[in-house]
Antibody, heavy 120, light 108 residues
Framework: QVQLVQSGAEVKTPGASVKVSCGASGYTFTDYNIHWVRQAPGQGLEWMGWINVNSRGTNLAEKFQGRVTMTRATSINTAYMELTKLTSDDTAVYYC?????????????WGRGTLVTVSS | EIVLTQSPGTLSLSPGERATLSCRASQSVTNNYLAWYQQKPGQAPRLLIYDASSRATGVPDRFSGSGSGTDFTLTISRLEPEDFAVFYCQQYGRSPITFGQGTRLEIK
């Protein structure tokens, strides 16, 4: 089954960091790049950036530069997104989504999301 | 960045009716790289339409997309009970990728 399997919900205190994983199955991991999108409670979708799973290069939305690191482990078909210096504004569901290597950046497959709650 | 404005915010219709959702961009969308997603409560978004008018795999043909430049439309020809959800447009013609704020389609 083609899917992206994300890690479980996290509860963090302000100032902490969180690392979310996104495991690919049912397709060749290196045939698609991984993007990250988040959604605050009751709000819309916000694009965070993407990682080229072959080159490891990343491109982040400006507001996340300096706080987000995207990595991948091709041996286990998994991508990661780490967000540091958490505040309550970072409480959201974090999704990973795939994009074909040579296709425009629409997301044809999404993970089910990881809820990150930031609370003291 | 390109700002996408969706209208209406909420659309109340009955099953069997036709739904028309709008997405307007603050600048022309390069190559009409505009997608539509459906999101139900507690679920991830689902791709419906890409490149403004191409239907994604497995999407029923009652869903159609149209438009170009700055004005785009998602049409659902005859609403089924399972169609009621929140719909988002997304532009991917220019970085950063941006999404509209969503249109909630609710049962009247």
């Amino acid at each position: 089954q083609v899917q992206l399997v994300q890690s479980g919900a996290e509860v963090k205190t302000p100032g902490a960091s969180v690392k979310v994983s996104c495991g690919a199955s049912g397709y060749t991991f290196t045939d698609y790049n991984i993007h990250w999108v988040r959604q605050a409670p009751g709000q819309g979708l916000e694009w965070m950036g993407w990682i080229n799973v072959n080159s490891r290069g990343t491109n982040l939305a400006e507001k996340f530069q300096g706080r987000v690191t995207m990595t991948r482990a091709t041996s286990i078909n998994t991508a990661y997104m780490e967000l540091t210096k958490l505040t309550s504004d970072d409480t959201a569901v974090y999704y990973c989504a795939r994009v074909g290597l040579t296709t425009p950046w629409y997301f044809d497959l999404w993970g089910r999301g990881t809820l990150v709650t930031v609370s003291s | 960045e390109i700002v996408l404005t969706q209208s209406p915010g909420t659309l109340s219709l009955s099953p069997g009716e036709r739904a028309t959702l709008s997405c307007r961009a603050s600048q022309s969308v390069t190559n009409n790289y505009l997608a539509w997603y459906q999101q139900k409560p507690g679920q991830a978004p689902r791709l419906l339409i890409y490149d403004a008018s191409s239907r994604a795999t497995g999407v029923p043909d009652r869903f159609s997309g149209s438009g170009s430049g700055t004005d785009f439309t998602l049409t659902i020809s005859r609403l089924e009970p399972e169609d009621f959800a929140v719909f988002y447009c997304q532009q991917y013609g220019r970085s950063p990728i941006t999404f509209g704020q969503g249109t909630r389609l609710e049962i009247k």
